[in-house]
């Protein structure tokens, strides 16, 4: 079992920069990758971002540019960057780890780009 927990969320006003972090209860060392999902009202959860246990990234075309993934295996913590926040980004922001075949989710964190 994986917990995640999630921090970072707001309100922050279009332009703006946010740093969303995940903490894992066990090492990330041997995560096959883990990675930042959203969920907007009305809308599928998508991938924002991921990073693998190799340390490759791949990001949803509508951040490229402007967020970036990172991971600190010795704090167990994956973090996400974002820059140049658009009121398209709001949205729920959920941690996903993916170990061995199994899916594990954080709580989610709300981010809102708003003036």
């Known amino acids: 079992q994986v917990q995640l927990v999630e921090s970072g969320g707001g309100l922050v006003q279009p332009g703006g920069s946010l740093r969303l972090s995940c903490t894992a209860s066990?090492?990330?060392?041997?995560?096959?990758?883990i990675g930042w999902y959203r969920q907007a009202p009305g809308k599928q959860r998508e991938l924002v971002a991921r990073i693998s246990s190799g340390g490759s990234t791949n990001y949803a075309d509508s951040v490229k540019g402007r967020f970036t993934i990172s991971r600190d295996n010795a704090k167990n913590t994956v973090y996400l960057q974002m820059n140049s926040l658009k009121p398209e980004d709001t949205a729920v922001y959920y941690c996903?780890?993916?170990?061995?075949?199994?899916?594990?989710w954080g709580q989610g964190t709300q981010v809102t780009v708003s003036s």
């Open positions: 996903n780890a993916y170990v061995f075949g199994d899916n594990y």
């Open positions: 066990r090492s990330t060392f041997s995560f096959n990758a």
